[in-house]
């Protein structure tokens, strides 16, 4: 094993990829801090001691889903008790307070609702940027956008112009779960397959739109499956350049319906972070999402290859409706000192990591 880290340090220095059978063993290996140690070095020859985040603001519009995936406690059927679907007003006041407070992005994803015409959600947009012009919108997953082609009967193509003349800035990276079908079918049945999750964001690239990209671990899928979808994505990446960061997010069981499911410990999702640092040579960031890992977990993976703590978040449901214990937001404030707590140089940045201010 002491060879594999060795040879693995000098592809990392000569800036040279590593296989799958070689992610694969890091997986398996019990020596996380030779693996955060390789991580770190592969994240210091991109971003150097830099740690970026964003003031930022969740919109979750409705929790109403045609889909019932087993993995998922935010979602609701029409009708059901807490269902609830944000009225455009409603968007506008939580746009306007998210400026107020400084917000330069509008995070917004939803369920798959029954009713909605695709109109509302351009209109939801064009609310947004009313408010401010200034106010990046970063909305809806690659499986919304497969949607709002079957209910509007168009193209995704056309699906996506339609977004962008609205206002579209830029895509998160949900829905992807994780793409293995024999695991997807169990969690995620009804969601579209991981190939078409794959061809829509190839779309999007294609447009001009930045994304990031998701991978969902803890549940049923083994370490395989997790080198799979960081091989597909590592390839996507190749044709297009178009991923910004890499975000694993770490399940949360609580609420949910997946059998046998455990969730994430912190040597698994440190080591998730990790060996994503290192085999993912195209990405530029790999990103700690706070809200499913925690704030400790987070700021240590600061010391394991990852260079982004998202942002103050505000309001974030999909994640609290599994049991994430973190915080509903969190101040700027605050998260500079935690970078800084961690020997690093926090960065303020927008959507597309221009550089707003270093702290």
């Known amino acids: ?28 290996s019990n020596d996380l801090l030779a693996i955060g140690d390789l991580a770190a070095e592969a994240n210091r020859r991109k971003n150097g001691d830099r740690v970026f985040f964003n003031v930022n603001r969740h919109i979750n519009y409705t929790n109403i889903c045609v889909n019932q995936c087993t993995f998922c406690a935010f979602s609701k059927l029409e009708g059901e008790v807490d269902g609830y679907t944000l009225a455009l007003d409603e968007i506008r006041q939580k746009a306007e307070e998210a400026h107020a407070a ?112 998701t991978m969902l671990f803890g549940h049923l899928e083994d370490y395989a499956d997790r080198v799979d979808h960081m091989s597909r994505l590592r390839a996507l990446q190749d044709r297009t350049g178009g991923f910004q960061s890499f975000i694993p997010l770490a399940f949360q069981p609580d609420n949910t319906r997946v059998p046998g499911a455990k969730g994430v410990g912190g040597v698994d999702a440190l080591k998730t972070l990790a060996i994503s640092r290192i085999y993912l040579d195209n990405f530029q960031h790999v990103k700690a999402y706070w809200i499913m890992l925690g704030l400790k977990i987070a700021q240590t993976a600061l010391c394991f290859g990852v260079n982004d703590l998202d942002g103050t978040v505000v309001e974030e449901q999909i994640g609290h409706d599994a049991g994430a214990d973190s915080p509903q937001e969190i101040g ?17 940045r927008d959507t597309l990591y221009c550089e707003l201010q270093r702290y």
């Not at 064009?126 to 497969?146: M, Y």
């Open 1 to 28: 094993m002491n060879n594999l880290f060795e040879i693995l340090k000098d592809k990392i220095l000569n800036n040279q990829r590593i296989f799958d059978a070689e992610a694969l063993a890091l997986f398996e």
């Open 102 to 213: 400084g917000a330069t992005e509008i995070h917004s994803v939803g369920g798959l609702h029954p009713r909605l015409p695709f109109e509302f959600y351009l209109d939801m947009i064009r609310t947004i940027r009313e408010v401010s012009p200034q106010l990046h919108v970063k909305a809806f997953t690659a499986v919304e956008i497969d949607y709002f082609s079957r209910i509007s009967h168009t193209s995704v193509d056309e699906v996506i112009a339609a977004l962008q003349d609205a206002g579209l800035g830029s895509m998160p990276g949900g829905g992807a779960e994780i793409f293995c079908k024999e695991v997807r079918d169990k969690i995620c049945p009804e969601k579209i397959s991981g190939e078409r999750w794959l061809e829509v964001i190839e779309q999007v690239h294609n447009a001009g739109l930045k994304s990031n990209a």
């Open 332 to 348: 700027k404030d605050r998260i500079v000192k935690l970078i800084r707590a961690a020997g690093k140089i926090p960065v303020e």
